[in-house]
């Protein structure tokens, strides 16, 4: 187990992150991911992360059930299959800042058009939504941030806001099984990661509490706005990780393996 000075600072950055998740359904893996890698390398913080969000998603399910898209789900799954295990196979053999920066860039520039007023007049087709579970199983399974390709096909729709984020936890309950199954496959869950896990779960819930009630306390549109700037902080904050990750190291890497 990691130091009483990086685990307080694990607890922190798991309860804002849970906030924010039980707000919005999606992010928490983004602040995670980009801000514990300062301390722990991609494969250790990773496998973690995923554990941390089907617990999430676990918690949130019974309060979004009735809402969800499952047909628009099933070919996002189909897709995500495909792509999850080249993300794994990425995550245990090469660096993936190169990737986490060029779709960081991307989801920047698509969510300020979406801010602007940019929607789609219908749900995308079977292609475009089979596309996009492709990038999004590639990019949890290598980096544990699977979710804006995603987040921008169901905010770009005119599905409800309630639609969107119940479909949104549905859906990364099943990728991050998968991506999870992966990741054992190869290795990457050991004990210590496990016991990691168990410990930072205590602040996952709280703030998963927390966010999904100011959630229900949030006018729709109001909402939706919130969900793009976040999508753009997010972005922006991962594309900074990822081109000045190596200089920003502050703590020597913790070994949980």
């Known amino acids: 187990m990691p130091e009483i000075s990086v685990l307080f600072f694990s607890v922190i950055v798991v309860l804002i992150a849970g906030f924010v998740r039980g707000y919005s359904g999606f992010g928490f893996s983004m602040i995670v991911v980009v801000t514990l890698s300062l301390i722990f390398t991609p494969a250790q913080i990773v496998p973690v ?8 998603s676990v918690w949130l399910m019974p309060h979004v059930w009735q ?8 070919w996002l ?8 295990p080249v993300g794994t196979q990425l995550l245990s053999s090469v660096s993936v800042s190169p990737m986490r920066a060029a779709i960081a860039i991307t989801v920047m520039i698509l969510s ?8 789609l007049k219908k749900m995308p087709g079977k292609g475009a939504i089979i596309s996009g579970g ?3 199983g590639v990019l949890n399974g290598s980096a544990a941030i699977g979710g804006p390709p995603v987040v921008l096909l169901f905010f770009s729709s005119p599905a409800s806001v309630e639609v969107s984020r119940a ?7 099943g990728t991050d099984i998968f991506a999870t199954a992966m990741c054992a496959v ?13 410990v930072l779960f205590v602040p996952l819930v709280l703030g998963l509490y927390l966010g999904n009630r100011s959630f229900i306390q949030t006018p729709p549109e109001a909402f939706r706005k919130k969900v793009l700037i976040l999508l753009f902080v997010l972005s922006f904050f991962a594309l900074m990780h990822s ?15």
């Open 134 to 136: 492709m990038v999004s």
């Open 243 to 257: 081109v000045l990750g190596k200089y920003l190291m502050f703590i020597k890497i913790i070994d949980i393996n």
């Open 67 to 74: 809402q969800v898209q499952w047909r628009f789900l099933g």
């Open 167 to 173: 479909s949104l936890i549905t859906f990364f309950l």
């Open 77 to 84: 799954f189909l897709g995500v299959a495909v792509g999850t």
């Open 112 to 119: 300020v058009m979406l801010w602007r007023g940019f929607r």
């Open 186 to 198: 190869h290795g990457l869950i050991t004990i210590q990661k496990l016991l990691l896990a168990v």
């Open 49 to 56: 992360v995923l554990l941390l969000e089907i617990a999430a």
